[in-house]
């Protein structure tokens, strides 16, 4: 097998755990995958921002200027370091769809552990683009990660056409107009699903949305906490 990523030859390690088992090959090498970055250690219980205090400066600041915040936490993966800044700019802005085979397993291992106690009740939604992002981007890289986990996904929500996130500054971000609109309601909990975890502007717009719409909880889900 080949690493999705620099395209060496993947040679299998044939230990005594996965000798008498059916041998399932990572789709990157371990070189590449000891690159990634996955975040341990004490994190924001809301946001997952690695920091010693249990809520961080951001959090502080989103229920100092929130009447209530709709968005009962974020769980993210993967820390936005150097490969990972690469990884997602040939997957999400160069259409290399298959990048995201890199991913699946520990976004659904994490799904799993993290969010186990709602499985049976939840619904996946995940933060849809605009049409005209779509067209360009040839897919939506957060319904693509919601797809591998195993829960209902749906996608009630929509985008209209607007700036790029990635051109704003922090503070345009977070004083954004919500892009998102609904036409039904939802009475179930939601577990939103996004790549990046930036100011989380972007989450709790649409956490919002959905909670005006009778959902009861929203959580959400990301790939990276920036």
């Known amino acids: 097998m080949i690493c999705l990523w620099c395209h060496n030859q993947i040679i299998p390690e044939i230990t005594w ?7 399932k090959p990572k789709p990157i090498c371990t070189e590449c995958e000891d690159k990634l970055e996955l975040l341990h250690g004490p994190r924001c219980r809301i946001c997952s921002r690695q920091t010693d205090e249990e809520i961080c400066s951001d959090c502080l600041w989103w229920e100092g200027n929130l009447e209530k915040d709709a968005l009962e936490f974020n769980y993210s993966v993967f820390a936005y370091n150097e490969i990972m800044q690469e990884v997602i700019t040939k997957w999400k802005y160069r259409g290399d769809y298959v990048l995201g085979e890199i991913f699946r397993i520990y976004f659904k291992d994490t799904f799993n552990e993290r969010f186990s106690v709602l499985k049976k009740d939840a619904v996946l939604i ?6 005209e992002r779509a067209r360009e981007r040839g897919f939506n890289q957060a319904k693509a ?4 986990l195993p829960v209902p996904c749906t996608d009630i929500l929509s985008r209209q056409d607007g700036e790029k996130q990635s051109k704003k500054t922090r503070l345009e971000r977070i004083y954004t107009d919500s892009p998102f609109f609904i036409e039904q309601p939802i009475n179930k909990p939601v577990i939103l699903v996004d790549d990046i975890y930036t100011t989380g502007t972007t989450l709790r717009h649409a956490a919002k949305l959905l909670k005006n719409h009778g959902c009861p909880s929203i959580y959400a889900l990301t790939l990276i906490r920036g």
Request: hydrophobic share 45%.
């Open 126 to 131: 995940p933060i849809p683009l605009s049409k």
């Open 17 to 23: 755990s996965n000798l008498f088992q059916l041998y």
């Open 145 to 148: 990660l919601a797809e591998f």
